[in-house]
């Protein structure tokens, strides 16, 4: 009893030092934005989860795109300009996403 009751206390410290591990040095502040008399759609977490997963999508949807033009013009494609086209459609996405839930964010850039 008392051995399993050390691995649950060992494995809980390990957990703990390992959530400090993770970076969220460039993660935006969700605020919500009429509290009081329009409460967010969703918990924070919620929606940072949906709208993240809705980011994600919209990347690799834009990266298709960019690919589909190229190809019909028949341009190399320059991957760097794929890159920032991409990332600008995730990040469009997510911020509308999270305006829709009732959230606003902000960046400490």
Do not use: K
């Amino acid at each position: 009893m008392l051995g399993s009751l050390v691995r649950v206390v060992v494995f809980c410290g390990f957990a703990a030092v390992l959530a400090g591990c993770v970076d969220h040095a460039n993660a935006p502040v969700i605020v919500p934005v009429a509290a009081q008399t329009d409460p967010p759609l969703n918990f924070t977490g919620v929606a940072h989860t949906i709208c993240v997963a809705d980011g994600n999508f919209m990347y690799n949807e834009a990266r298709r795109q960019y690919e589909l033009r190229a190809g019909m013009t028949n341009m190399p494609i320059d991957a760097a300009n794929e890159e920032a086209t991409a990332r600008a459609a995730a990040r469009r996405q997510y911020v509308a996403c999270l305006s829709s839930q009732g959230y606003r964010t902000v960046y400490d850039r």
